[in-house]
């Protein structure tokens, strides 16, 4: 978000569109969008980015005139489903949040102006994690038992009744025409009770099936433009939101599909990536004679957790049925595994100890940390491979682009 100060300079925001658009459009990336920020507008982040974000699209918009690309790259900003809500839980009733209204008016106009989707990013998952009186059958695509009912309108997911509360958020205030994109929108597969293989494949191939019919939604019939998040795990995002944060990929980190999808084209499923190279075939675990009960354990297991990933750990989750030795040794061997199995790395105040017998379990995979120049090589290799999916926003540090 601190590029939003880089970009209101000119030679900033002229230098950034030369060397990370217009470099790679030349090249014949066929980039469509730059998006500014990423939610700027969540609540959490207590106003920060109010004053910011307009500017930095405008200034953006300008460099990519300058540089004769403004009428094939648009620029958009991705906002959280929040931005607009509806006092009665009817789409009918949708407007945009009171306290970013006059705010939300002026960017809508600004994209109005220059042909600019507005992109929200849609999560059913979201919905569910923060309502224990969630209806968990709402939140998939084959019918609830708990409808909402607008008028000659009936909604049985929550993604249509989300979409369309933004519709007559933009028609109420004059901009009903203007084109949406579905930015982010997935489900992930650890580190909530919810969260789960059988859930995320059921909720994407759902949305891939639903979208796949070109019928949009009762308030804008017609072909859906949505990207699947994500590609791939990320085990150093932050799980301020919750531990489910690092687990929405598709695949695992090594390039494993999670789970099969029909994407409605000829050998168009997730396929294994090829050429992965991985570290030895072994595991650092809590030493058999090392007792529980020694007042290292708990540092120790805090310390390997706040350095590595331990998101697979809680109430059902993937490795919640571990005994508190399995708890301490998927810890152990997570911070092993990301030193590159360092033998410095598995000591633990005499703690650990290395072992080739594999821990995993039929639901808990310790993993085995790949060789650091096959990293992006599987990427390359997957991407290459007949994976059909909707495309996957890329991160940078500040925005994405959205490339075909």
């Not at 929405?248 to 994407?263: A, H, R, S």
Request: hydrophobic fraction near 35%; include cysteine.
């Amino acid at each position: 978000m601190t590029c939003f100060r880089y970009w209101q300079r000119a030679p900033g925001r002229h230098a950034w569109v030369s060397q990370n658009v217009s470099n790679h459009f030349n090249d014949g990336v066929n980039i469509r969008y730059v998006a500014v920020g990423n939610e700027p507008f969540l609540r959490t982040y207590n106003g920060s980015f109010l004053q910011n974000t307009l500017p930095a699209m405008q200034n953006i918009q300008g460099a990519l005139a300058q540089a004769g690309l403004s009428s094939r790259v648009k620029v958009t900003v991705p906002l959280n489903a929040d931005v607009y809500q509806s006092s009665s839980g009817r789409p009918s009733d949708g407007d945009f949040r009171a306290d970013i209204r006059d705010l939300m008016l002026s960017i809508i106009k600004f994209q109005s102006d220059n042909g600019s989707p507005f992109t929200v990013n849609i999560y059913p998952f979201i919905s569910l994690y923060n309502d224990p009186n969630f209806p968990v059958d709402y939140a998939f695509f084959d019918g609830t038992s708990s409808p909402v009912v607008d008028g000659s309108i009936t909604y049985t997911n929550v993604f249509d009744a989300n979409h369309d509360t933004l519709i007559w958020a933009l028609r109420k205030n004059g901009f009903g025409n203007l084109p949406i994109i579905v930015g982010e929108i997935g489900w992930p597969t650890d580190g909530d009770m919810n969260a789960n293989l059988q859930f995320a494949q059921k909720f994407n191939q759902g949305f891939i099936t639903h979208i796949s019919t070109g019928q949009g939604t009762p308030m804008r019939p017609g072909p859906i433009d949505a990207y699947l998040f994500s590609l791939i795990d990320e085990d150093e995002k932050s799980i301020q939101p919750g531990n489910f944060e690092r687990h929405w990929g598709i695949y695992t980190f090594d390039g494993l599909p999670k789970y099969q999808m029909n994407l409605g084209v000829t050998n168009g499923g997730p396929v294994r990536a090829r050429n992965v190279k991985y570290l030895d075939k072994k595991w650092c675990v809590f030493r058999p004679t090392a007792s529980l009960a020694d007042a290292n354990v708990a540092p120790s297991v805090s310390y390997a957790c706040a350095n590595a990933d331990c998101t697979s750990l809680g109430f059902m989750t993937s490795c919640g049925g571990l005994d508190a030795r399995g708890n301490i040794s998927y810890a152990f061997n997570s911070y092993y595994q990301k030193n590159d199995q360092d033998d410095v790395a598995c000591g633990f105040n005499n703690l650990a100890t290395i072992t080739d017998k594999d821990p995993t379990t039929s639901t808990c995979r310790f993993e085995i940390m790949i060789e650091t120049d096959s990293g992006s090589s599987w990427m390359t290799d997957s991407i290459q491979s007949r994976f059909a999916l909707v495309f996957h926003l890329l991160y940078l540090y500040c925005l994405f682009l959205t490339m075909f």
